[in-house]
């Protein structure tokens, strides 16, 4: 079943202890991209990578890296949690033809005391 | 990005037609119109795009207007598991990473029963 799988999908933790959210797709897609979702303020996204190597910030990329080694996978990682981090992360996926046809994940929701 | 205005709710009896409109004035001759759709906190799920024909898929039928300043979405037979926050968005097919979808605050559908 073509996918994007993102782990975990809960995570408790307190603040400065560093986490990575995971991100790989089964499909081949050329980009990928992580998005926060916050009452209010809808989706938007922290990050993006158009291929291997290749990723640019977003509209809300402070306090997030990324790293995209593989074609697959796009972690998240955040090196020194907050707890204005705390919020639904989804990981996202397209071909380059279709860059605004995505795929989502089902969502991480972390929580950073 | 153009923007778009959509109504915050609509209500709709179960196994009647869903319309749920869309303005977007502003929009560019490149730009396409995209509908997505989120279940409670679920990943959003891609429907439907087009940039000035109507456009029908398994999903839904999307109604674009010929001066392309609004559109409609149609659930031809509405159930249950159709409610959700639906979100009309323009932005170039091409696009994705800077150029991506941008998501607004959407319909809150809720299907009758």
């Known amino acids: 079943e073509a996918q994007v799988t993102q782990n975990p999908r809960y995570l408790i933790t307190v603040t400065g202890k560093k986490l990575t959210v995971t991100c790989s797709q089964n499909m081949n897609h050329e980009y990928m991209s992580w998005y926060r979702q916050d009452p209010g303020l809808g989706l938007r996204q922290i990050y993006y990578s158009m291929n291997v190597e290749v990723t640019d910030k977003g509209d809300v990329p402070e306090g997030y890296k990324v790293s995209r080694k593989e074609k697959r996978n796009f972690p998240l990682i955040l090196e020194s949690p907050s707890p204005n981090q705390t919020s639904l992360y989804f990981c996202?996926?397209?071909?380059?033809?279709?860059?605004?046809?995505?795929?989502f994940g089902a969502g991480s929701r972390l929580t950073v005391l | 990005d153009a923007k778009t205005t959509q109504p915050p709710s609509m209500d709709c009896a179960e196994g009647r037609a869903a319309n749920l409109p869309c303005n977007h004035s502003t929009i560019s001759g490149n730009e396409y119109v995209y509908w997505y759709r989120q279940i409670h906190s679920q990943g959003p799920q891609y429907i439907i795009h087009g940039l000035k024909n109507n456009e029908t898929n398994e999903m839904a039928s999307l109604i674009i207007t010929e001066d392309r300043k609004s559109s409609t979405l149609i659930l031809p037979h509405a159930t249950l598991r159709d409610t959700a926050v639906y979100y009309c968005i323009v932005s170039p097919h091409s696009g994705g990473g800077a150029d991506g979808l941008t998501f607004g605050k959407g319909t809150h559908l809720i299907i009758q029963p």
């Open positions: 996202a996926s397209s071909s380059v033809t279709g860059a605004n046809v995505l795929t």
